[in-house]
């Protein structure tokens, strides 16, 4: 059961796109947490 | 088929980007660190971490130089399900969070995995899991070690022990400036640059070789990489996600994490950190299935991530590729320097050697136990002794047989010591058996099932009937 060109790209693509995602997300975070003085 | 220069980094931009960062690293650990007077700030990052460090921990301890080059490795050897097999780690990381929540709870002043097994299950568990778990962390510490010097001596062309001894060295100096505060911070940006990095990668690989091209190319010369029915892939995938699970359940480095982290922040943040995981393996490793495209001669599996990117991206790529592995290897060392040395402080130094022991005592004793174990790492590093995922999976036999009685110790009432016991040492050995007997793939699952089956058939046979404020020693000693 060959896997196509089309699925790998497309699960390449939504891994990135979560890749992308999370530092900003933690960054966010970060601004967050050092605004409230809750980093540590 | 050519073989590629490896060394397209020359010797001394390799020398300035480690001495950059180095000096980067130290600096942190020394600026965080400085506060870290007292034994739970040192050990414990002062018990009070937040919500955006403590998943970006989790996630650079779990992102090491393990799945920036063996998740390439793996897909070169086992294909797609190799990726999506490494990126079931994650569950571990996912599973994981209830059990932090409950942890904080039970234990609010417990300081590592040993105290849970030696309150839960008295002191031959405690003694049998303490060989497990360091065992296990040595092996990772070597793993990541050898991984240090594989990378610089692939991409700058120094020598392999001289890289390593370096890459050891540092992670030695900034732990033992700063503790678990310098671990925790400098993982923080070691995670924004590694997300960032294998996104760069990855995104130059499509654009230069494109999904079509490499496509064809592996379904020319290597078909069996697209196979989504490839047995031994198959038994990868649940080998590693019950390794994952093995690992994060019983290691030091994540307990401590539970005990580091605020009220309230570890089930959120293990569960997201799981999350943001999932795609790492698959965004890092993909970029192996380009190999057959662009005819590349891979002289050792291990090396297929910098040797692609190398290639296609030449000094640039070099010099990324070079970043992202050295902020990966530094963010698991760290931290698995710290918990480790944390284990031998607590658990052999101050549970077998020296009872009396007080906290400052131990808090001076802390530093040369780190530097010590980093003495031992580097003697066990110097010869090359294996691939990095062999030398990874073996230790799945071992850490795999502890996932049962862990969690059966946490919520189960029955659990009993001598089931405990034995589903460790039993689960050990026919794991290491069915490693050698089957191969690696199947360690870590022959290992939890054994493990399992001895732990359930103990809470029927003979079970216990254990009192859970026996966990919160502080408060028992407090009665007392």
């Known amino acids: 059961m060959i896997v196509s060109s089309g699925f790998l790209s497309i699960l390449v693509s939504i891994a990135l796109t979560v890749t992308v995602i999370t530092p900003v997300v933690l960054i966010i975070l970060w601004i967050k947490d050092w605004v409230r003085g809750q980093l540590w | 088929m050519n073989v590629v220069n490896s060394h397209v980094l020359d010797t001394n931009t390799g020398w300035l980007i480690l001495a950059v960062f180095s000096a980067v690293w130290v600096f942190l650990g020394w600026f965080w660190g400085r506060k870290a007077k007292q034994l739970d700030d040192f050990m414990l990052a002062g018990r009070n971490v937040g919500m955006a460090l403590g998943i970006a921990t989790a996630m650079a301890t779990w992102v090491t130089s393990n799945t920036t080059m063996a ?61 497990i778990s360091l065992f296990y962390g040595i092996g990772w510490l070597i793993s990541l070690g050898m991984a240090g010097g594989v ?15 370096v890459i050891l060295a540092i992670c030695v100096i900034y732990t033992l400036l700063g503790g678990l505060r310098a671990v925790i911070g400098t993982d923080f940006l070691q995670t924004i640059i590694i997300l960032i990095g294998i996104v760069i990668l990855a995104w130059l690989v499509i654009d230069k070789v494109g999904f079509e091209t490499m ?7 290597r078909p069996e990489l697209l196979n989504l029915l490839m047995p031994a892939a198959i038994m990868f995938l649940f080998n590693n996600l019950l390794f994952g699970v093995g690992e994060i359940f019983h290691s030091n480095v994540w307990w401590s994490r539970a005990f580091a982290f605020r009220q309230g922040v570890g089930f959120k943040a293990f569960l997201l950190a799981g999350v943001f995981w999932i795609p790492i393996p698959v965004v890092a490793g993909f970029i192996a299935l380009a190999t057959p495209a662009l005819g590349l001669n891979i002289p050792a599996a291990d090396m297929v991530g910098p040797m692609v ?9 070099a010099v990324l590729v070079f970043i992202i592995v050295f902020s990966a290897l530094a963010s698991s060392l760290d931290s698995l320097l710290a918990a480790t040395s944390d ?27 780190i530097l010590l174990l980093g003495v031992i790492t580097w003697l066990l590093c110097l010869p090359r002794l294996t691939t990095l995922a062999s030398l990874l999976y073996f230790t799945g036999a071992f850490v795999a047989s502890t996932i049962w009685p862990i969690i059966a110790g946490l919520y189960l009432k029955r659990a009993s010591s001598t089931g405990a016991s034995i589903a460790m040492l039993t689960g050990t050995v026919i794991g290491l058996w069915s490693y050698f007997a089957i191969g690696f793939y199947v360690a870590a699952l022959v290992s939890a099932v054994t493990s399992m089956v001895i732990v359930l058939i103990s809470m029927w046979y003979k079970p216990d009937n254990f009192e859970w404020s026996t966990l919160n020693e502080q408060a028992k000693e407090k009665v007392l």
């Open chain 2, 71 to 131: 998740a390439p490795q793996l897909a070169l050897q086992l294909g797609i399900w190799g990726m999506l097999g490494y990126s079931l780690g994650s569950v571990g990381l996912m599973l994981f969070a209830p059990l932090a929540k409950r942890i904080r709870s039970l234990m609010p002043a417990g300081y590592t995995s040993g105290d849970f097994i030696r309150l839960r299950y008295g002191k031959f568990a405690w003694r049998v899991f303490l060989l």
């Open chain 2, 151 to 165: 990378l610089i001596h692939a991409l700058t062309g120094i020598d392999y022990r001289i890289g390593m001894s």
């Open chain 2, 215 to 221: 496509h064809k190319a592996v379904q020319e010369e």
């Open chain 2, 309 to 317: 990117a190398a290639k296609l991206l030449g000094f640039g790529g």
């Open chain 2, 343 to 369: 284990l031998i402080l607590h658990d052999i130094y101050r549970g077998h050697i020296r009872p009396q022991a007080s906290k400052e005592e131990l808090r001076k004793a802390a530093r040369w136990v």
